[in-house]
């Protein structure tokens, strides 16, 4: 197996070949999860704590699905609710979470850095369910492995990840993915929503859609985040509508092949148009949540072999871990 993470905080410290472990392993779970009998044993006996700083419906709920699919034991914490906010620090939550001994802890915090700080004090594998604008890893899997299925392969293609990549976490991590890939890739919006540090990430970077979309493979539209903003980034949604969501008119200039991608939530009218989304023959975003499960399905199985392992290691030693 070549897969020797104890921890899945980011895309980079995967190397090409632990990428298409995970994307080999989650295509057999996508079997799976279309039989009737849907269940494995792969985490049985394991507890899954799943501590969403941030609110998330599909990212919690997948990751939920796919630790009961797997047989864990699957605690949703309540942290809207818990100590940290009555004032408790991420070392003390750290703290508390060892005492009640998890196997899998899956983590969604608004800061960039808080999952790293904790899988530094837990024994026990953590998986970075999204933190501030650093990282989404499982979404960029999920996405490769819709990108993979649709396509074919996942190296050699041309990819436009389009709207507000300033303050995406997807899109850097689709970045590292991709370009580890062998693709070429593009960045697409408006001068106000690109960052200079990510053309740095080996991506062009255009600030015309049809420039943009060009014999693209791939379309990958990014969803306006107001949450994170903190001043006019743009016009008015009418306007950004106007030069950078996706309609037939602009997809037109890409592959006549292209599929078109999303990470959701959409929003209709502002990003992308009602029917290019719907669109059965180019649209894929479906595939992506069915994608999701999958991909974290097989993050979880192979960060739980290597912890079991790790455990037997030290059980021989003599040590605890």
Same mark, same amino acid.
């Given at each position: 197996?070549?897969?020797?993470?104890? +921890?899945?905080?980011?895309?980079?410290?995967?190397?090409?070949? @632990?990428?298409?472990?995970? &994307?080999?392993?989650?295509?057999?779970?996508?079997?799976?999860? #279309?039989?009737?009998? %849907?269940?494995?044993? /792969?985490? /049985? $006996?394991?507890?899954?704590?799943?501590?969403?700083?941030?609110?998330?419906?599909? *990212?919690?709920?997948?990751?939920?699905?796919? $630790?009961?699919?797997?047989?864990?034991?699957?605690?949703?914490?309540?942290?809207?609710?818990?100590?940290? %906010?009555?004032?408790?620090?991420?070392?003390?939550?750290?703290?508390?979470?060892?005492?009640?001994?998890?196997?899998?802890?899956?983590? #969604? +915090?608004?800061?960039?850095?808080? !999952?790293?700080?904790?899988?530094? %004090?837990?024994?026990?594998?953590?998986?970075?369910?999204?933190?501030?604008? +650093?990282?989404?890893?499982?979404?960029?899997?999920?996405?490769?492995? *819709?990108?993979? #299925?649709?396509?074919?392969?996942?190296?050699?293609?041309?990819?436009?990840?389009?709207?507000?990549?300033?303050?995406?976490? !997807?899109?850097?991590?689709? &970045?590292?993915?991709?370009?580890?890939?062998?693709?070429? &890739?593009?960045?697409?919006?408006?001068?106000?929503?690109?960052?200079?540090?990510?053309? @740095?990430?080996?991506?062009?970077?255009?600030?015309?859609?049809?420039?943009?979309?060009?014999?693209?493979?791939?379309?990958?539209?990014? =969803?306006?985040?107001?949450?994170?903003?903190? $001043?006019?980034?743009?016009?008015?949604?009418?306007?950004?509508? +106007?030069?950078?969501?996706?309609?037939? @008119? %602009?997809?037109? !200039?890409?592959?006549?092949?292209?599929?078109?991608?999303?990470?959701?939530?959409?929003? =209709?009218?502002?990003?992308?148009?009602?029917?290019? /989304?719907?669109?059965?023959?180019?649209?894929?975003?479906?595939?992506?949540?069915?994608?999701?499960?999958?991909?974290?399905?097989?993050?979880?199985?192979?960060?739980?072999?290597?912890? #079991?392992?790790?455990? $037997?290691?030290?059980?021989?030693?003599? *040590?605890?871990?």
């Amino acid at each position: 197996m070549s897969f020797r993470q104890r +921890h899945l905080l980011g895309i980079e410290p995967l190397s090409p070949q @632990e990428i298409v472990t995970i &994307l080999d392993l989650a295509d057999r779970y996508v079997d799976l999860n #279309r039989r009737t009998v %849907k269940q494995s044993d /792969a985490l /049985a $006996g394991l507890t899954q704590i799943n501590m969403f700083f941030e609110n998330s419906t599909r *990212t919690q709920a997948s990751f939920e699905l796919a $630790g009961k699919r797997l047989g864990a034991d699957v605690m949703n914490m309540a942290v809207a609710q818990s100590s940290v %906010k009555k004032g408790e620090t991420l070392i003390d939550t750290a703290l508390t979470l060892n005492a009640m001994h998890p196997d899998l802890l899956v983590v #969604r +915090h608004q800061n960039s850095g808080a !999952v790293n700080l904790l899988a530094s %004090k837990v024994n026990c594998a953590v998986l970075n369910a999204g933190d501030g604008r +650093h990282e989404h890893p499982t979404q960029a899997l999920l996405d490769a492995l *819709t990108i993979r #299925r649709a396509k074919g392969r996942i190296q050699r293609l041309t990819i436009a990840i389009c709207g507000d990549v300033a303050h995406s976490r !997807v899109a850097r991590s689709n &970045l590292i993915l991709l370009g580890k890939m062998e693709n070429r &890739l593009r960045l697409v919006g408006p001068p106000t929503l690109m960052p200079a540090g990510f053309a @740095e990430l080996g991506a062009e970077v255009y600030d015309d859609m049809r420039e943009g979309l060009e014999g693209a493979d791939v379309v990958m539209m990014l =969803r306006l985040q107001k949450e994170r903003m903190d $001043g006019g980034f743009i016009p008015s949604e009418r306007e950004y509508y +106007h030069r950078y969501g996706l309609d037939a @008119e %602009k997809l037109a !200039v890409a592959k006549p092949d292209a599929i078109v991608m999303h990470p959701g939530p959409m929003n =209709r009218g502002v990003e992308i148009d009602g029917e290019i /989304a719907d669109d059965i023959n180019r649209s894929v975003i479906q595939e992506q949540v069915e994608m999701g499960v999958a991909v974290r399905m097989a993050c979880m199985d192979l960060l739980a072999r290597n912890l #079991r392992a790790e455990r $037997g290691r030290a059980a021989v030693e003599g *040590t605890y871990v």
